[in-house]
């Protein structure tokens, strides 16, 4: 009903930059809160960014000032641009996203995660 693509993930310098995208597509009416999160090897899977529809915009501590979550509504689409990274933000990285389904699926709320993006930060 509600599929996400993403893109953007791969091998940076420390201090390299990266664009990860996610594209959201299928039968949505409406997107709610798009979000970003990240799971290293060995560790638990944690929050990166979130933007809600209105564009307010959530950080983890460890990204603030370096990564920035934008999104674009008409292309059903989040963004998270890296900056400054780090090998500690070697992870693989999953969009994740809170859509409402159209009638035809009855307005279904769904939280629905995409099939992540290895990022590793290595020299």
């Known amino acids: 009903q509600v599929q996400l693509v993403e893109s953007g993930g791969g091998l940076v310098q420390p201090g390299g930059s990266l664009r990860l995208s996610c594209a959201a597509s299928?039968?949505?009416?409406?997107?709610?809160?798009m979000g970003w999160h990240r799971q290293a090897p060995g560790k638990e899977r944690e929050l990166v960014a979130t933007?809600?529809?209105?564009?307010?915009?959530n950080y983890a501590d460890s990204v603030k000032g370096r990564f920035t979550i934008s999104r674009d509504n008409a292309k059903n689409t989040v963004y998270l641009q890296m900056n400054m990274l780090k090998p500690e933000d070697t992870a693989v990285y999953y969009c994740?996203?809170?859509?409402?389904?159209?009638?035809?699926?009855?307005?279904?709320?769904?939280?629905?995660w995409g099939q992540g993006t290895l990022v590793t930060v290595s020299s």
């Open positions: 299928g039968s949505i009416l409406s997107i709610n809160t």
């Open positions: 933007i809600t529809s209105g564009s307010i915009t």
């Open positions: 994740n996203v809170g859509a409402t389904t159209t009638r035809a699926f009855g307005y279904r709320y769904l939280n629905v």
